[in-house]
Structures are given as structure tokens and as C-alpha cells.
């Protein structure tokens, strides 16, 4: 097994701990790497590697029904957090579930745009906001 495939199973066994990224380091590195662990960062840098990859992919996995062009922004917002904002041409969003929210809010009268932020145990929140920032920030701050 190449180096590559053992950080990839790092990744996805880490998804499916429900750990933090240090969490995961601290008790399972020494697993996958037991001769030369590798550094703390090393794990972020990879890790984050493979969230843009996955937050890519998901943006680009085909869907049944037919829908307008998107663009996915990932910023990165903290250490352990990143933004990604979906734009579409038309400005409307799809959702995948029965559940289905107006693409204007009534109150405000202001335009919803769809957000997705996945957290470090992968879990992955989505849903209409008309400040997707304000949101991130939000989110952020809860998770202090």
C-alpha cells in the first residue's frame, strides 16, 4: 500500500470516528504510519486536501434532475473550518430533500443563497441563507 492510499484511509476512518482532527491524530496516527509518524500539520495539510476534493466532487456529482450551472467558493475560515458558497446562474437551489424553502425570504424580501459548510468530523450542514458569511461567522462561533 503506497503512501496516498494510506493517508486516503486515514481520511475516510477519520470521517467516520466523529473525532477531531487532533482527536484522531493523537489516537490513531500511529496506526496507519507506525514506523515514522508524521507531524500534526502534515495530517491538517492532507486532510484539507481531501476536503476540497470532496467538497468538489459533491459540486460536481451528476444530479437526476437537470439544473443550472453552479460554482462552489471554499474559503477557508479558521483552522478547522472552511466556507463553501454554491452559485448558481439562475440563482436557484434544489434542495435534495422533500423539505423545500422559497428561494427569496418573505420578510425580508431579500434573495436566499444556498450554504453548505462541511465541519472537521465531516459532517456537512446545508441550507438557504441570505448571508452566507454572516452564517459561517455564526457557525464559527458556536463551535468555539
Known amino acids: 500500500m503506497n503512501k496516498s492510499s ?8 477519520f470521517l ?9 491524530y493523537r489516537s490513531h496516527i500511529e496506526h496507519y504510519f507506525p514506523k515514522v509518524r508524521p507531524s500534526l500539520s502534515a495530517l491538517y495539510g492532507r486532510f484539507q486536501q481531501f476536503d476540497r476534493e470532496a467538497a468538489l466532487s459533491e459540486a460536481a456529482a451528476p444530479e437526476t434532475e437537470s439544473t443550472p450551472e453552479q460554482t462552489v467558493v471554499v ?3 479558521g483552522e478547522n473550518i472552511q466556507l463553501a458558497e454554491i452559485k448558481s446562474e439562475a440563482a436557484v437551489f434544489r434542495p435534495s430533500s422533500a423539505a423545500h424553502r422559497p428561494a427569496v425570504s418573505a420578510a425580508a424580501g431579500s434573495q436566499e443563497l444556498p450554504f453548505r ?12 441563507t441570505p448571508s452566507p458569511e454572516r452564517s459561517a461567522v455564526v457557525l464559527a462561533e458556536a463551535l468555539r
Open 75 to 77: 474559503r477557508q475560515l
Open 117 to 128: 459548510i462541511r465541519l472537521p468530523n465531516g459532517v456537512l450542514f446545508e441550507f438557504m
Open 6 to 13: 494510506i493517508w486516503r484511509q486515514a481520511y475516510s476512518d
Open 16 to 24: 467516520k470516528s466523529g473525532l477531531s482532527r487532533a482527536q484522531f
